[in-house]
T-cell receptor, first 114, second 115 residues
Framework: AQTVTQSQPEMSVQEAETVTLSCTYDTSESDYYLFWYKQPPSRQMILVIRQEAYKQQNATENRFSVNFQKAAKSFSLKISDSQLGDAAMYFCAYSSRGAQKLVFGQGTRLTINP | AAGVIQSPRHLIKEKRETATLKCYPIPRHDTVYWYQQGPGQDPQFLISFYEKMQSDKGSIPDRFSAQQFSDYHSELNMSSLELGDSALYFC??????????????FGPGTRLTVL
């Protein structure tokens, strides 16, 4: 079974600075997808970024980018120019190819200090 | 853009009662997933449907059942409610036809409180 581990329960960063959230996963599959979801205080689950395992190029979405290391089974999220609205719980998630369930990590609570 | 709709948003029930949660996927999405998120926990997969057929099953209690209807909306039925069923229940949808089967978009969730 696949597992996802986020070893940082909490992180904090100054507004406008850069922060990196860590995620590792375990799988025997070669084709899969990785995601970062954001859950603000409203509890809505918001997709931040998506990475396909067969693509070597790291995904980017505006201020959000990932460092995907397939051999190391590592998938970190970098948030540049942090904004107060980035404060949330961030979940790393894994899914096998083909409309499969998401397996989530334990989450990292990110605080932005003004 | 249209999002996933869940109703009700909040629900309070007594122990041993029954609850029905509804989910309306994004238009033209054919796959629906249900997740349960307990307090301070990550979401746990319950069950999924593709084209009205159950496609996968997770740690869903036997007291729970679900189905997807011809208009693709889904309902999660929960009977003999227990205090431990108090949680946030998410529905998510994805579209195989669009080629983005692996991107799930979540609804706002239904907060169920069992007293």
């Amino acid at each position: 079974a696949q597992t996802v581990t986020q070893s940082q329960p909490e992180m904090s960063v100054q507004e406008a600075e850069t922060v990196t959230l860590s995620c590792t996963y375990d799988t025997s599959e070669s084709d899969y997808y990785l995601f970062w979801y954001k859950q603000p205080p409203s509890r809505q689950m918001i997709l931040v970024i998506r990475q396909e395992a067969y693509k070597q190029q790291n995904a980017t979405e505006n201020r959000f980018s990932v460092n995907f290391q397939k051999a190391a089974k590592s998938f970190s999220l970098k948030i540049s120019d942090s904004q107060l609205g980035d404060a949330a719980m961030y979940f790393c998630a894994y899914s096998s190819r083909g409309a499969q369930k998401l397996v989530f990590g334990q989450g990292t609570r990110l605080t932005i200090n003004p | 853009a249209a999002g996933v709709i869940q109703s009700p948003r909040h629900l309070i029930k007594e122990k041993r009662e029954t609850a029905t949660l509804k989910c309306y996927p994004i238009p033209r999405h054919d796959t629906v997933y249900w997740y349960q998120q307990g307090p301070g926990q990550d979401p746990q997969f319950l069950i999924s449907f593709y084209e009205k057929m159950q496609s996968d099953k997770g740690s869903i209690p036997d007291r729970f059942s679900a189905q997807q209807f011809s208009d693709y909306h889904s309902e999660l039925n929960m009977s003999s409610l227990e205090l431990g069923d108090s949680a946030l229940y998410f529905c998510a949808s994805s579209s195989e036809k669009s080629g983005r089967t692996d991107t799930q978009y979540f609804g706002p969730g239904t907060r169920l409180t069992v007293l």
